[in-house]
């Protein structure tokens, strides 16, 4: 016999679970249960920033990251889970909820949340027995790290979850296989393996599309492999930007539409494409005209439902992508294409897109260009540094501007969630708090989870965040202009535009390092100082609110 809450610890501890994301009270006797294991329980500000940091963990580990939230946050918890869910990324969400012989009588804080989560989680179940509660904590991380991971959430009765308290005869045994993603590795089809490589070999203009699903396989050394011995050059989606050292000469940058000029060009030339874990969706390929349609397609996905999706295919694999590329380079062997010629366009155009933007990643100008900022943050990334960035402009700038320089560096994006970098940051430094965390947002960005500094500085959790200061969400200028039919009005500007403030200032306020830069020479050292702090630092940028990144090419 044992109570819910002995049972739920021991299962978290089992499936490796270091840190818990939460804002009290849920769960209160698990807690107190999962202090006795070792996990730290981290207390945010709010439900979204504790989801986004258990999203942060996970992508980080590779191991799903969990967040808690009681009844009247479940819905604040479940906007937090939209990112994981559209990343495919293991959370595992655990809420309060209402009793069922109290449900409709007009309990304090009534709503059944439980629906809220159903199109943004792989499984979402309520225990309402304590019983239930092994089998549904095993199902919740046998579905989160499953083929094509993701959210699940576990909803138990009690508005915090009291369920905890009740004791049974309780089986606490965990899935060891289901502790980190992927669980499983679905190996290729040898037949289409051959397939594969034969309009591989015979392409004149091949392109590897690699995508998110490459980072979560683990499979960056295959992919440069089969690259490298194929001579094919290499293009990659926002999720997939650090499955290839942006400095290898291979490489050539993001496509889509928060991308680098030339990854779109060499793509639209290219007679084949092959996608190695990407969904093909509308970022990836500008709204599908990144490749054209019509183009020969080769993909490979662990879900064969992403398969032809949005390209007919003139082979598609439907297994692992650790695995299919491995498979790939075996039956390759040793070989030396001749596709001089096509690497040697691709090259040129990636030397081009350079040279077109040397003055702004190197410019003086004051107030300093964001460009200067992804040129300064590509040169003193430590060789094992972890990015975290966000949407919007600083998905543009990152996406396109920043180079990862090893295979060592990761770089993680948000989704599609403005806000997200600077909770996932802190969940990213938990997930590898031996390595540098460097997060890249806005202004705009940086409010929505500012609170989260205390947080930082009351655990302890040393990351550096680099603030793109422009007092506004500049990003809007375009869409406002075309909306007033030409040039907005200055009241029209007042819709995006913010009050001007020292976030240094206040970041110190809450106990953390905050450095305040101006001018563009002062960037450097400022970065220097930040990564060699042993506090939460908050690096706070001014920077032009002219500055515009550029419009996608088709």
Not at 82 to 102: C, F, Q, W, Y
Request: charged share 20%; with cysteine.
């Amino acid at each position: 016999m044992m109570t819910g809450a002995r049972a739920l610890a021991e299962m978290l501890h089992g499936y490796g679970v270091t840190h818990v994301f939460m804002v009290p009270a849920i769960l209160r006797r698990t807690m107190v249960e999962l202090e006795r294991f070792g996990v730290h329980r981290i207390g945010t500000h709010g439900e979204k920033p504790a989801a986004y940091m258990a999203d942060g963990f996970a992508r980080m580990a590779g191991r799903p990251g969990v967040c808690m939230a009681q009844a009247v946050g479940a819905l604040n918890l479940a906007a937090g889970l939209r990112d994981a869910h559209l990343a495919n990324s293991p959370v595992i969400a655990l809420t309060g909820g209402l009793h069922p012989t109290m449900a409709g009588r007009g309990v304090y804080q009534e709503v059944d949340d439980l629906p809220a989560f159903e199109n943004i989680t792989k499984f979402n179940a309520s225990v309402d027995r304590v019983e239930q509660i092994p089998d549904s904590i095993r199902q919740a991380f046998r579905s989160a790290v499953s083929g094509r991971p993701g959210p699940a959430h576990v909803r138990f009765q009690g508005n915090e979850g009291q369920i905890d308290l009740e004791e049974s005869d309780l089986d606490p045994w965990v899935d060891k296989g289901c502790t980190s993603a992927p669980a499983v590795r679905p190996l290729p089809d040898p037949e289409d393996v051959a397939a594969a490589l034969d309009l591989l070999d015979r392409a004149e203009r091949p392109v590897i599309v690699a995508g998110g699903g490459v980072r979560t396989s683990r499979a960056s050394g295959q992919l440069v492999a089969v690259a490298e011995r194929l001579s094919i050059p290499v293009v990659t989606s926002l999720n997939g930007k650090d499955a290839i050292p942006g400095t290898h000469p291979l490489a050539v940058g993001v496509v889509g539409r928060y991308s680098r000029s030339a990854a779109n060009r060499v793509v639209n030339r290219a007679d084949l494409v092959c996608f190695v874990g990407s969904s093909t969706g509308s970022m990836t390929t500008h709204s599908w005209q990144v490749p054209p349609p019509g183009v020969t397609a080769i993909q490979m996905d662990v879900d064969p439902d992403m398969l032809g999706r949005n390209y007919p295919l003139a082979v598609s694999i439907n297994a692992d992508a650790r695995m299919t590329l491995a498979a790939l380079l075996e039956r390759a062997g040793p070989r030396e294409p001749d596709r001089d010629e096509w690497l040697a366009e691709a090259r040129r155009e990636v030397a081009g897109w350079r040279e077109q933007h040397r003055g702004r990643l190197e410019s003086d100008a004051v107030p300093t260009r964001p460009e200067r900022i992804c040129s300064e943050l590509t040169s003193l990334a430590p060789d094992d540094a972890c990015v975290v960035v966000d949407t919007g402009h600083a998905g543009m700038w990152m996406g396109g501007m920043y180079d990862t320089r090893t295979p060592a560096q990761d770089y993680l994006r948000s989704a599609g969630h403005l806000g997200w970098a600077f909770p996932a940051s802190l969940g990213a430094k938990c997930a590898a708090p031996d390595r540098p965390v460097i997060c890249f947002t806005g202004d705009g960005g940086f409010w929505y989870h500012i609170a989260e500094v205390e947080t930082a500085v009351r655990w302890g959790i040393n990351t550096v965040t680099v603030v793109n200061n422009n007092s506004s969400g500049n990003q809007s200028t375009i869409g406002y202009d075309r909306a007033y039919g030409g040039q907005q009005t200055p009241e029209g500007r007042r819709l995006w535009t913010f009050t001007d403030v020292d976030f240094a200032g206040l970041s110190e306020g809450m106990g953390a390092m905050g450095i305040r830069v101006t001018r563009p020479g002062d960037l450097r050292p400022a970065l220097e100082r930040a990564l060699e702090a042993e506090c939460p630092v908050v690096v706070d940028v001014v920077t032009d609110i002219e500055a515009l990144a550029p419009l996608p090419v088709v």
